[in-house]
Nanobody, 119 residues
Framework: QVQLVESGGGLVQAGGSLRLSCVAS????????MGWYRQAPGKQRELVARIGSGGSTNYADSVKGRFTISRDNAKNTVYLQMNSLKPEDIAVYYC?????????????WGQGTQVTVSS
């Protein structure tokens, strides 16, 4: 079975920084892309940032210039460095991976980690 486990969420003051990590484990052959999504109370889940196997990235307009996504392919890990955090960044952040495993091609999600920004 494939599992995604996030860490690094928490409470930070506005203007502060947090770094999220997500490790994919299990019988994984190849990870195509990994990304971070978030869901704020009463809102739909939205893409924050995504990174392909070759390192190509895309970001939501709201986080460009503040957040940086990166990955360590050898460790099946994706990171999200979040700087200059704002109260509007408050959400549960979910890790996502599109990958090939013994079960075939699949889209997997982590359990989510809470990010809270105090103003």
């Amino acid at each position: 079975q494939v599992q995604l486990v996030e860490s690094g969420g928490g409470l930070v003051q506005a203007g502060g920084s947090l770094r999220l990590s997500c490790v994919a484990s299990g019988s994984i052959f190849r990870i195509v892309a990994m990304g971070w999504y978030r869901q704020a109370p009463g809102k739909q889940r939205e893409l924050v940032a995504r990174i392909g196997s070759g390192g190509s990235t895309n970001y939501a307009d709201s986080v460009k210039g503040r957040f940086t996504i990166s990955r360590d392919n050898a460790k099946n890990t994706v990171y999200l460095q979040m700087n200059s955090l704002k109260p509007e960044d408050i959400a549960v952040y979910y890790c996502n991976a599109l990958l090939f495993s013994v079960a075939g091609k699949g889209d997997y999600w982590g359990q989510g980690t809470q990010v809270t920004v105090s103003s």
